[in-house]
């Protein structure tokens, strides 16, 4: 079982974001980021990225850059989750379900507002 949270704006469907470690994230850094609209933890992973290319001495790079990633993909979805909140979401549930559509289909239960109000939502992964 998956845990997801449930984020909500007023006029806006829910977003469900997983809690777990994020491969994406892990692997492709701050480009995941943007591709999630974590604008402001997208330029600065990039900026770090940057910064340690320039930076670090050979083989020091590649280490703190494995570092970077591993911290981008057990913090990325925080960072997601983060950015909601700025943008006005507020989280409203924790939902334990196996994939993303049974844990919208418990939301929207748990919730009957929320299902008269939104017919198709949007799921951010």
Do not use: C, Q
């Not at 591993?70 to 994939?99: C, F, I, K, Q, T």
């Amino acid at each position: 079982m998956k845990v997801w949270t449930a984020h909500l704006r007023a006029g806006s469907p829910p977003v469900l974001v997983r809690d777990a470690f994020s491969l994406g994230a892990f692997l492709f850094g701050p480009v995941w980021l943007a591709a999630h609209r974590a604008w402001i933890p997208a330029a600065i992973a990039l900026a770090l990225t940057v910064a340690i290319l320039r930076l670090a001495p050979g083989g020091t790079a590649g280490v703190l850059l494995l570092g970077l990633m591993a911290l981008l993909g057990l913090l990325g979805r925080d960072m997601v989750r983060w950015s909601l909140e700025r943008r006005g979401y507020v989280l409203l549930h924790a939902v334990v379900e196996r994939n993303a559509d049974a844990a919208l289909a418990r939301l929207l239960d748990s919730r009957a507002e929320l299902a008269a109000r939104f017919a198709p939502a949007r799921i951010g992964r």
